[in-house]
């Protein structure tokens, strides 16, 4: 079955193209055979197909590549959201009672949460998403988490350092001890990541360098939470490593994006957790213009950053972080796919995966400035069309 | 037919109870019966009904009552949005491109349009649009657009002094001469509210005064667009003539916020223009504290704020303008019926149109913790379930 997408007024494909990284092209067209796009070209060059979907004069871009989130949790913490924006400061504690919460959470509820957030994202354009565990903290429940994120997703990262649970408040170190020994082998089946939350009131950079380290011997590779709440060494860290990605960076030393710069990391950039805990937002521009390579993600979590929407993202780059809407849109697509160290998602190439949104609306630009508003009208999965 | 809607977690009525303005409920129902409300109250009380639909734990809300858009108009202006987010200013004058593509549009295509926005805006629970004439500034191309706003609502406004058109820029006041005679002759039939846009670059105090002491002659209460882009005379002028509400009132000196306080004139924050224009937020929880009624509405427009997303709104303005949830809910529900002038929406209350929103979300704070995640799972429009 060979599906022909034809009449799309502007088609992001993110191969470059005359110095254009979204490699722009206009009145175009995309064949889907297999799953995988077997042809990208002028709608007037098409070749032939078995059936034919008229874009109607829409943009359309890769599915968004959402290559940071926490979808492995139970409960909410909307009252936790009220009081902050009442004044109250984030603390990386309020971790603990998502803990508890999903914890007591039983396999099904846990299985119903993640599709129901995959569903939702997908609606909102999202066809890759990566999941952390972290909000098991035992050896049990930290296996729990990568094992049911594992059902719905190749991208899982085993955050077993995620915070220090109570039960280990005054030996930390301990912590590590099992984050490194058993629970790491009780995890490793099921990942592909090894992360942890290099941050004053987490994890020290001596106990990141640890955890990073023991991930790495069993064959993950690392990517690192660092520099959110305060200016720390987790960046340094992490490019030492070789990690594929900082995320956060909410507060960058001239030394972090220097080294950055000169990397192969990746500097995730979470607009939703400046926007839920009232944040200044990092200044995309200066890091981009320092030669960092920057994605975009959306950080769901229920405690700094309850937003699934990478359009709303997009939307608070272009406003508050000094990014083009092409920028933002690249980083939220080619960007997560480079922090996921992906060629067959984010762009819009022959032999890529047939992952494709179609906007209601003529441009990109529009996912910025219609902020708020659900543009996207149609998306494809590995070529089948959900929804 | 009665349909009660039961299992609701959470029920924002906006009929004050024990200090609490936003009335809230806790696992409640509603009653519908011909497109009204019949009865209200705890779902274990709940009436016989004909049929019944299980809210499922989620949270209801009224349907948004959306005060201020200029839905009438052809064209978009991405290109002028994206050069603004690259560092170029907003300028009212902006608004002359859009004259020339609503002018060149056939009857239908703007038919199309506004149907198009309604239905954009009703998916994301507005039941209630007001919505502007503004972009035609000739006799003809005004009394067709309000002409085609009243076949889809019946809060339209005749806002013929939007900007002052190109062929009369050396000579402001003959157009106010054609907006207090003929132009209103022919707009006045159709409309409900007469609307000026006092603001340097746009209409001089006493132009304004003309524009809305003309309409008041002709049974059209006034609005005012004023403070946008600066301070200035517009919103005593407002209060002065009994305004039904100022819109935007960014910048507002100590005096009109006094002014509004003790008047029954709603003042109507705009985030969407702040947010699009890249403009400091006004200080909403200041405005509140000091007596002010404040309403929240989306400005729908091409140039300045192109969301339609009441929930974006609500997210702004918790985030950036100091609103707690509950007061940004009560703005875009209930504040938006006070501007104008409604008792029939903006409620949950028996004798109130069954205008409603079910969220998919356990409270309304959601709106603001989710931010950009579409919430509104069902909407019902004078009783009927839409979509």
Chains 1, 2 share one sequence.
Request: charged share 20%; proline share 5%.
């Amino acid at each position: 079955m060979r599906t022909l997408i034809t009449r799309i007024a502007e088609l992001t494909t993110n191969v470059a193209l005359d110095g254009d990284p979204c490699g722009t092209l206009v009145d175009a067209a995309v064949l889907i055979e297999d799953g995988r796009l077997a042809w990208v070209g002028a709608a007037s060059d098409a070749p032939a197909a078995d059936e034919t979907v008229d874009a109607g004069g829409r943009a359309m871009i890769p599915g968004f590549v959402d290559s940071h989130s926490h979808l492995a949790f139970a409960g909410d913490r909307a009252a936790e959201f009220e009081a902050r924006m009442a004044g109250q400061k984030y603390a990386a504690g309020g971790i603990r009672s998502t803990v508890a919460a999903t914890r007591a959470a039983g396999d099904d509820e846990l299985r119903a949460r993640l599709r129901g957030f995959l569903d939702e994202m997908l609606a909102q354009g999202t066809t890759t998403v990566e999941i952390k565990s972290g909000y098991g903290l035992s050896v049990a429940d930290e296996e729990r988490l990568v094992r049911l994120a594992a059902e719905v997703t190749p991208e899982v990262t085993f955050l077993g350092a995620h915070v220090v649970p109570t039960e280990y408040a005054d030996r930390p170190d301990a912590y590590v001890d099992l984050v490194t020994g058993p629970m790491l082998d009780a995890c490793a089946p099921y990942a592909k990541w090894i992360d942890v939350f290099c941050e004053t009131g987490a994890f020290t950079v001596a106990q990141s360098r640890r955890v990073l380290e023991a991930g790495a011997a069993r064959g993950l590779t690392p990517r690192v939470h660092a520099s959110q709440l305060g200016p720390g060494e987790g960046v340094r860290l992490a490019v030492e490593l070789g990690a594929a990605s900082i995320d956060h960076g909410t507060y960058l030393t001239d030394d972090d994006i220097g080294a950055l710069a000169r990397s192969s990391t990746v500097l995730t950039l979470l607009p939703g957790v400046e926007f839920s805990t009232r944040q200044p937002y990092p200044d995309a521009r200066r890091l981009i213009d320092a030669g960092v390579t920057v994605a975009l993600a959306c950080d769901t979590n229920p405690g700094s950053s309850f937003t699934s929407s990478m359009p709303f993202c997009i939307a608070i780059a272009v406003r508050d972080m000094g990014m083009t809407p092409a920028e933002a849109v690249w980083a939220s697509t080619a960007g997560g796919a480079r922090a996921l160290r992906r060629d067959d998602v984010g762009i819009i190439a022959p032999g890529a995966r047939a992952d494709l949104v179609l906007l209601e609306a003529p441009t990109r630009v529009h996912l910025a400035y219609r902020p708020g508003v659900p543009l996207v009208r149609q998306v494809w999965k590995d070529g089948v069309a959900a929804g």
